[in-house]
Each structure stands twice: as structure tokens, then as C-alpha cells.
């Protein structure tokens, strides 16, 4: 068994409080979860309005299939929404 974690940095310069944020952040998670089946969550960076990180995790037999995968949902994410901008991403196996 092999767990791929994605750890996901998100900018949203246009939001200006935390309801706008959660706004954005749900249809993205919503997206991810139904598209790609992978579970979701904001992880850091909960009280920072124009700011999120995002754990995407997945489980598989297979380490090659994982990592595609979670490169398909961040790819999925730098043309998902106009508001909420791409900053950096890290990929990472577990039980390898």
C-alpha cells in the first residue's frame, strides 16, 4: 500500500474575509473530491484571508499511478478558478 500526499499553496488576492475564503476553497475541495476521489482539507493557514494550503491524500498499490494522479489535481487547480492562484505544491509517498 502506498499513500500520496500533495501538499497544496494556494493565493487568493482578491478575497477580502474569511466567509469569501471558505467560499472559494469549498468549490475547489468539491471539485477535487468528485473528479479525482482523493480526500481534501485545508491543513495551515486557517486565519489568513488571502492565503490557503490544502492536503490532498490518495491510496493505492501503485506508486506511479499516485503520483500522476496528484499531478493531474494540481494541474487541475492552475485552471480551476480565476480567483485563487497556484503558489507551490510538493508531492510526497508514503510506504514506499
Not at 487568493?12 to 480526500?39: C, T, Y
Not at 492562484?85 to 508514503?94: C, Q, V, Y
Request: hydrophobic fraction near 45%; charge should be negative; aromatic fraction near 4%.
Amino acid at each position: 500500500m502506498v499513500v500520496g500526499i500533495c501538499t497544496i499553496r494556494l493565493s487568493i488576492p482578491a478575497n477580502h474575509d474569511l466567509k469569501g475564503k471558505r467560499r472559494v476553497l469549498q468549490s475547489l475541495m468539491a471539485k477535487m473530491r468528485e473528479s479525482f476521489n482523493v480526500s481534501v482539507a485545508e491543513v495551515d493557514e486557517q486565519d489568513k484571508w488571502q492565503a490557503a494550503t490544502l492536503g490532498v491524500v490518495a491510496v493505492s498499490s501503485d506508486q506511479a499511478y499516485l503520483h500522476g494522479l496528484l499531478t493531474k489535481v494540481v494541474n487541475s487547480l492552475e485552471h480551476a478558478r480565476s480567483d485563487a492562484s497556484l503558489l507551490d505544491f510538493e508531492i510526497e509517498m508514503l510506504g514506499v
